[in-house]
């Protein structure tokens, strides 16, 4: 999630320039980081504030799953793996809100196994989430 910046730089740098390389490397990183380093247990992506990924040992670093901010690339995200992108959101739902009848949550989630809780619900965080689901419900009705 940190690295979003970067990824839209290389993007950019395709439309400007109309090289394909710049684009190509993004679509690896985040086809690799679907691919293989979204939680089998939960769904939650190793991104945010308290976790994230060592491309070199394929390894985490951290246990909690928190946005750090919007995440801009789902479009690039479902062309490269929708049904990833379709598990992070139910996970999401599943892992992340602790009371479904009022929508309550934390904004910290474990990544590896289910604990949702209630207590820390930022409103800038309930603003990702429903920005996820609504991506994943304008593709998946």
Not at 49 to 67: A, K, Q, T, V, Y
Not at 78 to 105: M, N
């Amino acid at each position: 999630m940190h690295d979003q910046n970067l990824y839209q730089v290389l993007y950019g740098l395709t439309r400007a320039t109309g090289e394909r390389k710049y684009a190509d490397e993004a679509d690896k990183a985040l086809s690799y980081f679907l691919t293989n380093c979204q939680s089998s247990v939960t769904g939650l992506l190793p991104w945010g504030e308290h976790l994230c990924w060592g491309f070199e040992n394929d390894d985490r670093s951290g246990w909690i799953h928190e946005f750090f901010r919007p995440w801009k690339l789902w479009d690039r995200c479902y062309a490269l793996d929708k049904p990833a992108c379709v598990r992070f959101a139910r996970g999401l739902w599943d892992h992340q809100i602790g009371d479904k009848k009022t929508g309550g949550f934390s904004r910290h989630a474990a990544y590896q196994r289910h604990g949702p809780a209630t207590g820390m619900d930022f409103p800038c965080h309930g603003g990702y989430y429903i920005a996820t689901w609504a991506e994943a419900y304008g593709r998946t009705k």
